[in-house]
């Protein structure tokens, strides 16, 4: 976890290896079909995946979530809107404009935006987000998050971080991400995350970034009794299938 299926070549980092039932993969298959497109919707220029992949994961896309496929490609008016709100995308690296493309439905030159406002999106990010909470949690301090604790997942778009919306508080965490590597070869411009844990390792913040596409914050804690001051309006608890 994450799964191989998201890196190149399913070249995925050393030791994100995890055990979980065959119930837990299953509600995650899906899940991570999505987060697969998503991740390469903005690649680094010095390691991105291929073309073929990258027809792949629109395949896939649009095999699974046929509804979001079809609203991927945003309308004259939200490209408009889009523009107003905050202007010609720019390449958050380069500093340059971003280049024209076709949109597919319009027929129209626009900027290289898409459209992922759709609830089927934010359920997928969510359940995935979830599992990825768990398997972090556990590989950071060697804990489960048991039933009685609770996960919450917050999904941040590269609109986000290139309107400088992107929360400082966690802008600050995401400074002190991990580097991950597979046979010397760096993984970070793929996926990396960086982490804030409790002193007694019962509570913990994880930032995960996915290429240059969009970040996941998860908030973890493994018994909600202790954290009286939090209403955990929005949380879930870790899967549990005897529920």
């Known amino acids: 976890m994450p799964s191989r299926s998201l890196f190149n070549e399913a070249t995925w980092p050393e030791g994100f290896e995890f055990p979980a039932c065959a119930r837990c993969q299953k509600i995650s298959r899906y899940a991570e079909t999505m987060v697969g497109f998503l991740s390469v919707i903005y690649s680094d ?17 649009r ?11 945003p309308s004259k008016e939200k490209v408009a809107q889009f523009i107003s709100d905050h202007g010609w995308p720019v390449d958050p690296v380069t500093n340059q404009p971003s280049p024209i493309v076709l949109n597919r439905v319009t027929g129209l030159l626009t900027p290289p935006v898409l459209s992922l406002d759709h609830p089927e999106v934010h359920q997928a990010v969510g359940v995935f987000g979830r599992k990825l909470a768990c398997a972090l949690h556990y590989y950071e301090t060697g804990c489960i998050v048991p039933i009685m604790g609770a996960i919450h997942v917050r999904w941040y778009s590269n609109v986000q971080l290139i ?15 991990r580097h991950l590597t597979r046979s010397n070869r760096t993984l970070n411009k793929q996926f990396t995350y960086a982490s804030a844990i409790s002193e007694d390792k019962d509570a913990g913040i994880y930032v995960a970034t996915f290429r240059r596409s969009f970040a996941l914050q998860m908030s973890v804690v493994c018994e909600r009794r202790f954290f009286s001051e939090v209403l955990f309006d929005g949380w879930e608890t870790p899967f549990n299938h005897a529920a």
Do not use: C, W
């Open 63 to 73: 095999r699974n979530y046929p509804q979001v496929f079809l609203n991927l490609f």
């Open 163 to 177: 309107a400088g919306t992107f929360p400082e508080a966690i802008h600050e965490i995401n400074q002190t991400h």
């Open 45 to 61: 220029l010095e390691d991105p995946p291929s073309e073929k992949e990258k027809r792949r994961r629109f395949t896939g896309l």
